[in-house]
């Protein structure tokens, strides 16, 4: 264990370029050691409740698919019309409205305080679902839900964007997110568990509504207990000593010099998103959310009326591709860390997820097409912090890496709403236009990140070679394609 950590050390004490990690060396006035400690301890502090608090907000977005199978679509009537969808995407538009306002709010209220207040308030919103008798109050309850949640993941990608170097996020990143989702792999068999709960004769004679009742409550245990736990940004971190919060500040800054922090009003907000490359990333994580709210959604449903399995197995199977998709992402995302590589990873996780779609809509064996869901699910999960990432290393201002930060998970919403939309209950059991449309998006973003990263390659080529003297308005800053 000592020898890995070494080489993970190792690893990260190289992970700035070439190009200006001679400048960084120079510049810095603390030991290897120092920044080490530094950087574990911050490893320690941040990633447990952030991993937990993520995984809760997957789990209580995405509940509402075991409980339509569990009988929440037969007694509020969402299976008549398009019903059913427009609970999804409702979530999807308030989601994607309110991530830039929060991500505003963060950075002056504090990411312990607000991000406790959203914990809280979401959590009520999920218990309250579980009284619902009408499917009218349920929109307007996944309406909030939506505008709650939106402030979690743009929150999580600023903040670890705020205490790690360019070439830590990426592994980093694949962590939380990935661990979050392995609540979501065993998110199915928890909902199935729950679904056995029956309390009298009555409308608490309904298994569906306990899913709600007491994962809400769960979440709104986390809030009241997420500030002891939950960290602010490093200039006000009051677990490290002034030594320690000095290099956990300076050791991110003096990469990109001239890239300090500072608070922007709204107009000032808008004037950074006036970039076109946030308008790309903007395409990439829309193409992943989009693929990943379908997946999510419509699994057990895929799974009870395409493959034939019952309820209680519709909802077990879903645990194991989820799980299988937190697996590898974390050695490729260790890979692209040590290589100083983007797009290969994406691309090759975008590749993936046409791969097994295809192989589950056109082979025959119920279990080979249940692998492609494998491959679909491995793809899904990888991109999503993959391509956060992506757009952070390509920031180099600390005050523009929240607005990139909630413009791609604003866009990600867009995306939830294309992937409610395009699984329709009439395409059943096939889903053959739903599975296309994603293939689709899926090789519209290996193209689009292909050859931005290509783009990214070439600008870096032109500061090496002093035709510019700098990239962003940062000088010494390099892209990560």
């Known amino acids: 264990m000592a020898n890995e950590k070494a080489d993970v050390s190792r690893t990260e004490e190289s992970s700035t370029p070439a190009s200006h990690g001679d400048a960084y060396a120079a510049q810095k006035d603390w030991t290897v050691e120092e920044e080490h400690a530094v950087r574990n301890k911050v490893d320690r502090r941040i990633f447990p409740m952030l991993c937990i608090v993520f995984g809760l907000s997957l789990v209580d977005r995405t509940n509402i698919s075991a409980a339509y199978v569990a009988g929440l679509g037969r007694d509020l009537h969402l299976d008549v019309g398009s019903r059913y969808n427009l609970a999804l995407l409702i979530f999807c538009v308030s989601y994607a409205l309110f991530d ?57 990608v600023y903040i670890i964007s705020s205490w790690y170097r360019q070439f830590e996020s990426a592994r980093r990143m ?16 928890i909902a199935y568990v729950l679904s056995l ?38 200039e006000k971190a009051s677990f ?45 994580h829309f193409v992943v959310a989009s693929s990943i709210y379908s997946l999510n959604f419509f699994l057990p449903i895929i799974l009870r009326d395409n493959l034939g399995f019952s309820y209680a197995l519709s909802q077990l199977l879903c645990t194991p591709p989820y799980i299988f998709g937190n697996i590898l992402p974390f050695v490729i995302a260790y890979w692209s860390d040590k290589h100083k590589l983007r797009w290969p990873m994406l691309v090759l996780q975008s590749v993936s997820v046409i791969i097994g779609l295809l192989i589950a809509m ?15 699910a ?25 607005i990139v930060a909630a413009a791609m998970v604003s866009a990600g919403g867009l995306g939830g709403i294309c992937g409610s939309l395009i699984f329709r209950s009439q395409d059943a059991p096939w ?37 510019r003297t700098s990239l962003e308005g940062v000088k010494g800053f390099r892209y990560a394609p």
């Open 100 to 156: 830039l306002p929060s991500n505003i709010i963060i950075r002056r209220v504090g990411a312990r305080r607000w991000l406790s207040f959203l914990i809280c308030a979401w959590g009520l919103i999920v218990l309250g679902i579980g009284f619902v008798d009408d499917w009218r109050i349920l929109i307007v309850l996944r309406t909030f839900l939506g505008v709650f949640e939106a402030g979690i993941l743009p929150g999580a």
């Open 240 to 284: 490290l000593t002034d030594r320690q919060k000095y290099i956990a500040v300076s050791r991110v800054s003096l990469e990109k010099v001239g890239a300090h922090a500072e608070h922007v009003t709204l107009v000032e907000s808008l004037k950074l998103l006036w970039d076109w490359k946030i308008g790309v990333y903007c395409i990439q």
């Open 431 to 467: 889903y053959f236009p739903g599975m296309w449309a994603t293939i689709a998006l899926q090789m519209l973003y290996s193209v689009v990140t292909i050859c931005m990263s290509m783009h990214f390659k070439r600008m870096n080529r032109l500061a090496d070679e002093g035709k």
């Open 378 to 402: 491995f793809g899904t999960q990888a991109n999503v912090p993959a391509t956060l990432v992506y757009g952070q290393n390509q920031t180099a201002k600390i005050q523009k890496r929240a």
């Open 174 to 189: 694949s962590i939380c997110i990935g661990a979050a989702q392995l609540f979501l792999a065993f998110g199915p068999v």
């Open 362 to 376: 056109y082979t025959k064996p119920p279990g080979v097409r249940y692998f492609g869901i494998f491959l679909a």
């Open 197 to 234: 709960i029956r309390v009298g004769n009555g409308k608490f004679s309904h298994s569906w509504r306990w899913i709600f009742i007491v994962e809400g409550m769960i979440t709104i245990v986390a809030g009241f207990v997420s500030p002891i736990f939950l960290v602010d940004f490093p």
